[in-house]
């Protein structure tokens, strides 16, 4: 007789109470392992895939791409062998409940079923490949339902099992054509595939768009006549996942925090000689050297002169806390939205391993397989502007931090020089602008503006960092 083990959405973040569903990897009927990815889905602060946390069969999709679930509901069915989960919890006692895959039978309060973990042989919970800190497992409310009981009897007939729910069926389509078919307001599993493999295309969907239901005659799509479509006076893009998250954080931000900005430009030709010197070097000749290499070297190493830019506001306690660690944070702009991922304890760092943090950084983001740990704790950031051709803007705090750095583009300039002499000549320099917004309740303009040349300084001449 087969089991069901319901998978609830779990927590994969710090407190995240929702996440939308983007992509199925499995259908009813199909057979799973444990940690095997089951679905990707969309928190407020990054895509992530789930594996699954029992072998058997698909069963149930409780939920269809594009939905919404909550954490804590049933995201998936799987149906697995009775006789084998026996086995798996053999020793554990006629009241243990069934185990998780590989481990032993849990006791009867301790069903995983509620909390996507698998069983240790020690009865500790384990903590299954892609999900949330440890020491956050245990202390999440356990919910259980009917179909994971862990006292139902094992002689239980199996007519009197009720039948699992209809499975959701997955539309074949690619995820362009989702898009297309949300951003036209068609339901994709109402059009009628005429693609190869009984696909939807972008034509099916925009004949649907198009055309009246009542009009599509079944086995004459083609023959009927299609009127395209008025162009859309507006459209209306739901607000959620990343880009929620964002909208929130930067309205707290902004209206709590008194934001300070100021602006230095600065000669940084010899910053660019310096990075096409390291460029060369054998060590990091398997690395993209970057001018934002330098720029963070220059903002860490400053930061040592100017700890409370390190720092964050406690408002229930009325403290500042000065952060003996800095978390660099990156602002990165990804197809779902700005994310500020950041490298944990960048001051340790020597130069490669810096380069080396920021091309894995870069690298996930762009994939959008950043995870929402390391997009928790940072302590300043910097944006880099200057990618997208702009000289300087007035970047906003990411909450709970108390500076943030704007690099502008670096651009051959006509540019004042003197010499050893005290003459004066224009030549052409790389130039660019540095923009420092700071939170003035913990820093004051003397410290934001000693920062900022501080920074440039170092920009200007990397020599001084020997200082």
Do not use: C
């Not at 991922?341 to 020597?350: E, F, L, Q, T, V």
């Amino acid at each position: 007789m087969s089991q069901e083990h319901v998978f609830l959405l779990p927590d994969v973040g710090e407190g995240l109470t929702e996440a939308e569903i983007l992509q199925w990897a499995v259908k009813a009927g199909d057979t799973v392992e444990i940690n095997q990815i089951l679905v990707e889905v969309e928190t407020a602060k990054a895509a992530v895939e789930l594996p699954s946390p029992y072998a058997g069969v698909v069963g149930t999709l409780h939920a269809g791409e594009g939905e919404t679930l909550p954490v804590g509901q049933p995201l998936i069915t799987i149906l697995s062998d009775a006789d084998a989960d026996a086995d798996a919890g053999a020793g554990a006692g006629a009241g243990a409940g069934a185990g998780a895959g590989a481990g032993a039978g849990a006791g009867v309060g301790a069903s995983p079923e509620a909390t996507g973990e698998t069983v240790e042989a020690s009865g500790k919970a384990a903590l299954l490949v892609g999900y949330g800190p440890q020491e956050s497992v245990g202390r999440r409310r356990r919910r259980r339902t009917p179909a994971v009981s862990a006292v139902r009897p094992v002689a239980e007939p199996a007519t009197t099992a009720e039948p699992p729910a209809p499975a959701i069926e997955r539309t074949a389509a690619k995820p362009p054509v989702r898009k297309l078919a949300k951003d036209l307001g068609v339901d994709i599993t109402t059009v009628t595939p005429t693609g190869p493999g009984s696909t939807v295309t972008r034509d099916d969907v925009r004949r649907a768009a198009g055309t009246s239901p009542v009009a599509v005659k079944e086995g004459t799509p083609e023959t009927v006549p299609v009127t395209a479509p008025e162009p859309a006076a507006e459209t209306r893009i739901p607000i959620r996942g990343v880009r929620k998250h964002t909208a929130a954080a930067m309205v707290a931000s902004a209206f709590t925090a008194p934001h300070v900005t100021e602006f230095t430009t600065v000669d940084v030709t010899a910053t660019m000689r310096l990075r096409d010197k390291v460029a060369a070097r054998r060590e990091f000749r398997d690395l993209r050297v970057t001018p934002l290499l330098f720029v963070a070297r220059a903002l860490l190493l400053a930061l040592r002169r100017t700890p409370e830019a390190n720092a964050s506001w406690d408002e229930a306690g009325q403290e500042i806390v000065l952060k003996h660690y800095v978390h660099l944070g990156i602002a990165a702009a990804t197809g779902r939205g700005l994310i500020v991922p950041n490298i944990k304890h960048a001051d340790r760092m020597s130069l490669r391993e810096l380069a080396e943090a920021l091309a894995e950084l870069t690298g996930t983001a762009r994939a959008g397989r950043t995870t929402p740990q390391s997009m928790t704790g940072g302590t300043v950031t910097i944006t880099n502007v200057g990618v997208f051709g702009v000289d300087t803007g007035t970047p906003i705090l990411n909450p709970g931090e108390a500076a943030i750095l704007a690099v502008g583009a670096i651009r051959r300039m006509p540019w004042v020089v003197t010499d050893a002499s005290g003459a004066e000549a224009i030549e052409p320099r790389w130039v660019t602008q540095l923009a420092l917004s700071f939170d003035h309740r913990l820093i004051d303009g003397q410290q934001g503006s000693e920062l900022l040349a501080d920074i440039a300084a170092v920009l200007h001449d990397p020599g001084l960092a020997m200082l």
